[in-house]
Nanobody, 129 residues
Framework: QVQLVESGGGLVETGGSLRLSCAAS????????MGWFRQAPGKEREFVAG???????YYADSVKGRFTISRDNAKNTVSLQMNSLKADDTAVYYC???????????????????????WGQGTQVTVSS
């Protein structure tokens, strides 16, 4: 069974940057798409970014141009580089692994929480204004 562990969260000022990492153990994740979600206090968990097995990337409109998702299959890791952070980015960030073994993935598939079978415990990101 795969385990996902996020790291890299913390407190940063508005306009700053953070890099989140997600390490997968257990079964390899190289044949699955991966995603990042976040949940702010009092809000529903929402899609942030996703990356397919083929390397295609998709982003929520709210982070497009500021966040970059990447993966290193040799190291079983997926990362989220977050730049130009805003107070609205404050949330717990989760990485997740999709259910389906596929080379390609669409935005609609990656942005749906039901597409994922494994989740990390989350890492807190706080952006001070």
């Amino acid at each position: 069974q795969v385990q996902l562990v996020e790291s890299g969260g913390g407190l940063v000022e508005t306009g700053g940057s953070l890099r989140l990492s997600c390490a997968a153990s257990g079964r390899a994740f190289s044949d699955r798409a991966m995603g990042w979600f976040r949940q702010a206090p009092g809000k529903e968990r929402e899609f942030v970014a996703g990356i397919s097995r083929s390397g295609e990337t998709y982003y929520a409109d709210s982070v497009k141009g500021r966040f970059t998702i990447s993966r290193d299959n040799a190291k079983n890791t997926v990362s989220l580089q977050m730049n130009s952070l805003k107070a609205d980015d404050t949330a717990v960030y989760y990485c997740a692994k999709t259910r389906r073994v596929a080379f390609f993935a669409s935005y609609s598939y990656l942005s749906s929480q039901t597409s994922y079978e494994a989740w990390g415990q989350g890492t807190q990101v706080t952006v001070s204004s």
